[in-house]
């Protein structure tokens, strides 16, 4: 339940824009009704129709901030595709980098000079000395946690509770039982989870001296918002090293919020960095960066496998392919840059105001969340400091209300673990328009 909002209210609203959601999307209701007769749920992948109450529609294009579904309805995004795309739509610097590239080769198993530029870049970026690519985030982690236990001969993994470090069993591990069927228990049963900002918990998890790694993101982001309270991330590094663990951050939604990501802004030491979603260019792409030591062992690890003898796990066919690196270093050198991230800032913050003055207007015990490019209701007078705290926001009815009723009028709303997002392409228009969608919302469950 949401405090200062009927619950009967809520439903009827979901309810009247449900069916006018349906009845606007008939295109696409046709899409996935034949996809049905090929695909589990009508979808190419679970979640594009499982993150939403409503039903999926199939886009075709778009421009700018917007996209558009079969039926010609266009959304202004904020969403993002889960911040995988945050440049935009239509023709871009990476979109024509991609397209000279494919014209010469996507793929060649072999290094190219756009993976230098990349590697370069990054280490500009956070300080990261080496670097190696997968296609996914989930993939970097899982090659993150294979170095961190050949280095320290260890097995467990510490991770957060309201963590998600993409699709793999030790990181899927809940507090109990896995997160989600077809985990196998033995693949998780090394995972152990603690509360974020929590010292005491992590200096416990320690102290058997049995644990490789720390994961962790420096504000969870896919539990709604959860901030690191100053000092929590210093002293956790602190501690892994003092009990020979090794500590990663995780910054695949962080390095959207700042130029660099998080860490390096606010002085933030780690011996892995994982970057994933594309960096927001919307092309398969992920990677992770790591100090002098551990680049060195690696590389001692490739030699080894070179000269027939057991070695890492790491590595895939298509890593480092020629078209993702293009991308990749496009989307860098032209939209990613240090000016592009000061103005998602800005209107970032245009966003959260105008959410904390809806909020007050309509006298709600709520605030707005806050990061960089990040904003969205904050269900709680207070922010949250961990998991057990950010639950109220995670409501899904609420969310649910919410997303099909800016839908029909032209917002592509963020899914319930996250929360709106400003992008490379929004303009300002962009955001006063969000604020005035949300509002009507506002006014419409609460009576107002």
Not at 116 to 122: D, G, K, N
Not at 206 to 230: F, I, R, S, Y
Not at 286 to 297: P, Q, S
């Given at each position: 339940?949401?405090?200062?909002?009927?619950?009967?209210?809520?439903?009827?609203?979901?309810?009247?824009?449900?069916?006018a959601f349906v009845?606007?999307?008939?295109?696409?209701?046709?899409?996935?009704?034949?996809?049905?007769?090929?695909?589990?749920?009508?979808?190419?992948?679970?979640?594009?129709?499982?993150?939403?109450?409503?039903?999926?529609?199939?886009?075709?294009?778009?421009?700018?901030?917007?996209?558009?579904?079969?039926?010609?309805?266009?959304?202004?995004?904020?969403?993002?595709?889960?911040?995988?795309?945050?440049?935009?739509?239509?023709?871009?610097?990476?979109?024509?980098?991609?397209?000279e590239t494919a014209?010469?080769?996507?793929?060649?198993?072999?290094?190219?000079?756009?993976?230098?530029?990349?590697?370069?870049?990054?280490?500009?970026?956070?300080?990261?000395?080496?670097?190696?690519?997968?296609?996914?985030?989930?993939?970097?982690?899982?090659?993150?946690?294979?170095?961190?236990?050949?280095?320290?001969?260890?097995?467990?993994?510490?991770?957060?509770?309201?963590?998600?470090?993409?699709?793999?069993?030790?990181?899927?591990?809940?507090?109990?039982?896995?997160?989600?069927?077809?985990?196998?228990?033995?693949?998780?049963?090394?995972?152990?989870?603690?509360?974020?900002?929590?010292?005491?918990?992590?200096?416990?998890?320690?102290?058997?001296?049995?644990?490789?790694?720390?994961?962790?993101?420096?504000?969870?982001?896919?539990?709604?918002?959860?901030?690191?309270?100053?000092?929590?991330?210093?002293?956790?590094?602190?501690?892994?090293?003092?009990?020979?663990?090794?500590?990663?951050?995780?910054?695949?939604?962080?390095?959207?919020?700042?130029?660099?990501?998080?860490?390096?802004?606010?002085?933030?030491?780690?011996?892995?960095?994982?970057?994933?979603?594309?960096?927001?260019?919307?092309?398969?792409?992920?990677?992770?960066?790591?100090?002098?030591?551990?680049?060195?062992?690696?590389?001692?690890?490739?030699?080894?496998?070179?000269?027939?003898?057991?070695?890492?796990?790491?590595?895939?066919?298509?890593?480092?392919?020629?078209?993702?690196?293009?991308?990749?270093?496009?989307?860098?050198?032209?939209?990613?840059?240090?000016?592009?991230y000061t103005r998602?800032?800005?209107?970032?913050?245009?966003?959260?105001?105008?959410?904390?003055?809806?909020?007050?207007?309509?006298?709600?015990?709520?605030?707005?969340?806050?990061?960089?490019?990040?904003?969205?209701?904050?269900?709680?007078?207070?922010?949250?400091?961990?998991?057990?705290?950010?639950?109220?926001?995670?409501?899904?009815?609420?969310?649910?209300?919410?997303?099909?009723?800016?839908?029909?009028?032209?917002?592509?709303?963020?899914?319930?673990?996250?929360?709106?997002?400003?992008?490379?392409?929004?303009?300002?228009?962009?955001?006063?328009?969000?604020?005035?969608?949300?509002?009507?919302?506002?006014?419409?469950?609460?009576?107002?």
């Amino acid at each position: 339940m949401v405090a200062g909002i009927d619950p009967a209210r809520l439903n009827a609203v979901f309810e009247r824009e449900y069916r006018a959601f349906v009845a606007r999307t008939p295109k696409s209701a046709n899409l996935i009704a034949r996809a049905r007769e090929v695909m589990p749920d009508g979808v190419p992948m679970a979640w594009m129709a499982g993150l939403f109450a409503h039903p999926p529609i199939c886009a075709v294009g778009g421009e700018g901030s917007t996209f558009e579904d079969a039926d010609g309805n266009r959304y202004i995004d904020f969403n993002l595709a889960d911040l995988s795309n945050t440049i935009g739509y239509g023709p871009t610097a990476v979109s024509r980098r991609i397209a000279e590239t494919a014209a010469r080769g996507v793929q060649y198993l072999m290094p190219s000079e756009d993976a230098i530029a990349v590697a370069e870049q990054l280490r500009r970026r956070t300080g990261f000395q080496f670097w190696q690519y997968t296609l996914s985030a989930s993939q970097a982690n899982t090659e993150i946690i294979r170095i961190a236990r050949a280095m320290t001969g260890r097995q467990k993994v510490v991770v957060f509770e309201g963590k998600y470090h993409g699709h793999l069993d030790t990181t899927m591990a809940g507090d109990g039982p896995p997160d989600a069927l077809g985990l196998a228990p033995a693949s998780v049963r090394d995972t152990v989870v603690i509360p974020f900002n929590d010292p005491a918990a992590l200096r416990a998890a320690l102290a058997g001296g049995d644990v490789a790694l720390v994961m962790t993101e420096p504000a969870l982001t896919n539990c709604t918002l959860v901030l690191a309270e100053p000092g929590f991330l210093t002293e956790a590094h602190a501690l892994c090293r003092a009990a020979g663990t090794l500590f990663a951050f995780d910054e695949t939604h962080t390095w959207q919020f700042a130029y660099g990501g998080l860490a390096p802004g606010d002085g933030l030491t780690a011996d892995f960095l994982c970057l994933g979603k594309g960096l927001g260019t919307g092309v398969a792409f992920a990677c992770y960066g790591m100090t002098l030591e551990i680049g060195a062992f690696v590389e001692d690890q490739l030699e080894s496998i070179s000269r027939d003898r057991n070695g890492l796990a790491i590595g895939g066919t298509l890593f480092g392919n020629a078209l993702s690196l293009a991308a990749t270093r496009a989307g860098l050198e032209e939209i990613l840059t240090e000016d592009g991230y000061t103005r998602l800032v800005r209107l970032g913050t245009r966003l959260a105001d105008g959410l904390d003055g809806l909020i007050a207007r309509h006298g709600l015990p709520w605030r707005s969340f806050r990061l960089g490019p990040r904003a969205g209701f904050c269900l709680t007078p207070e922010a949250p400091r961990n998991y057990a705290e950010a639950k109220p926001s995670l409501d899904r009815s609420f969310s649910a209300a919410r997303r099909v009723f800016m839908a029909n009028r032209g917002i592509w709303e963020a899914i319930i673990s996250a929360a709106p997002q400003v992008g490379f392409a929004h303009d300002e228009a962009d955001i006063d328009r969000y604020v005035e969608v949300a509002g009507a919302f506002l006014a419409d469950v609460s009576g107002a």
